[in-house]
């Protein structure tokens, strides 16, 4: 299968790097920096397009790894022009625009599938599996956290275009919890500001803590955070009425490299973003399911947005 990539940043490069493992699957890539994608490609022996439209020529399936405020824009040219098309997590910058996109990819048959790979994390897939089993009885509550410092892109920093902790980051979380939990019922949240590295006016975006209802009764909290010095952590707490899955990245056994990177320890085929990558070319060649519907990712946007209503207002949102 050729699949284009759009948008060689920092995802573009990761989901290459995965692709180029498939012995089935050629690439192309197109970004509006004419010169970091002669550079990206050249890396990479990759061919380079010149446009969007020369891009979907070329390909059968499109990978649309741009900032968030684009996501609706391209990703409905790629559905318009008959492409399955993966979009980068979130969807889109709002519930709306995820809307227009799932409207075009119904009227022009094209399948759209918002990359949420925490499904595909090792980790949150046992949990997910623990929970939908019964193995900790009726879940009751499930605390979450993912946090670090704050991305290096300057658009993210603007919560107008990536919409802040609680879109960008949060995502994550809330999508894992409606696939876990099911229906969202009721989304309370409070967000702080400490310096002015965030340009938000009113929303106070370098800490979160949202609490989410369900209709099965459980509670959730999700912690998410740009602020955070130590380092990237994601951890899970899960407690039914028969038992507990806890899970903490930094108790993790990975390899730890002197100056403070950190190498994961998956197998490359085992890698969660290979896996997703590898769904979508299966869902995409007619072999499979989507991983992940559209209308998933839509739901996981609402929460979001119920979010940021919440900590500007004060006020619990209803679903
Ligand atoms: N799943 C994850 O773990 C994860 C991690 C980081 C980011 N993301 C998401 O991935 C998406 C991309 O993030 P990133 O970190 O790669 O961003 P980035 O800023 O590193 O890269 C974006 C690239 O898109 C290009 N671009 C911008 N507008 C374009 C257009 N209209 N047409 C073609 N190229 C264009 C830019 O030149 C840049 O090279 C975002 O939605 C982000 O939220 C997901």
């Not at 405020?69 to 979130?90: D, F, N, S």
């Not at 910058?93 to 949420?116: F, N, T, W, Y």
């Not at 409070?190 to 002015?196: A, F, M």
């Not at 459980?218 to 010095?229: F, G, I, K, L, Y």
Request: hydrophobic residues 40%; contains cysteine.
């Amino acid at each position: 299968m050729r699949v284009g990539i759009v948008g060689c940043g920092g995802m573009g490069g990761v989901h290459a790097n995965k692709y180029a493992l498939m012995p089935d699957v050629e690439l192309s890539v197109f970004d509006v920096d004419t010169a970091k994608a002669e550079s990206f490609c050249a890396a990479r022996n990759i061919k380079r397009a010149d446009s969007l439209s020369d891009l979907l020529r070329d390909c059968e399936a499109a990978d649309v790894c741009l900032p968030t405020p684009v996501h609706r824009e391209v990703a409905i040219k790629c559905l318009r022009a008959g492409r399955p098309t993966l979009v980068e997590k979130p969807m889109a910058r709002s519930m709306a625009d995820c809307q227009a996109m799932i409207a075009e990819s119904k009227s022009s048959g094209s399948m759209l599938v918002p990359a949420h790979v925490v499904r595909f994390f090792p980790e949150f897939r046992a949990a997910h599996d623990v929970i939908a089993a019964g193995k900790i009885g009726v879940p009751a509550s499930i605390r979450l956290r993912r946090g670090g410092g704050a991305p290096k892109a300057e658009w993210f920093l603007d919560v107008d275009q990536s919409g802040g902790i609680l879109l960008d980051l949060a995502v994550h979380e809330f999508d894992w919890l409606n696939w876990t939990l099911g229906r969202p019922k009721l989304v309370t949240s409070r967000s702080v500001r400490l310096g002015d590295r965030v340009k938000d006016a009113d929303f106070r975006g370098d800490y979160a803590l949202t609490t989410i209802s369900y209709d099965n009764g459980c509670v959730a909290h999700v912690e998410s955070t740009w602020m955070d010095p130590a380092g990237f952590k994601v951890t899970i707490e899960a407690c039914g009425s028969g038992g507990a899955v806890e899970y903490d990245s930094s108790r993790n056994p990975t390899l730890r490299v002197a100056g403070g990177a950190t190498e994961n320890n998956y197998l490359p085929t085992d890698d969660p973003y290979y896996k997703q990558l590898r769904a979508f070319v299966d869902a995409a060649t007619g072999k499979t399911a989507p991983a992940v519907t559209a209308e998933e990712g839509l739901l996981a946007v609402q929460v979001a947005e119920a979010a940021v209503t919440s900590a500007r207002t004060g006020k619990p949102i209803a679903l």
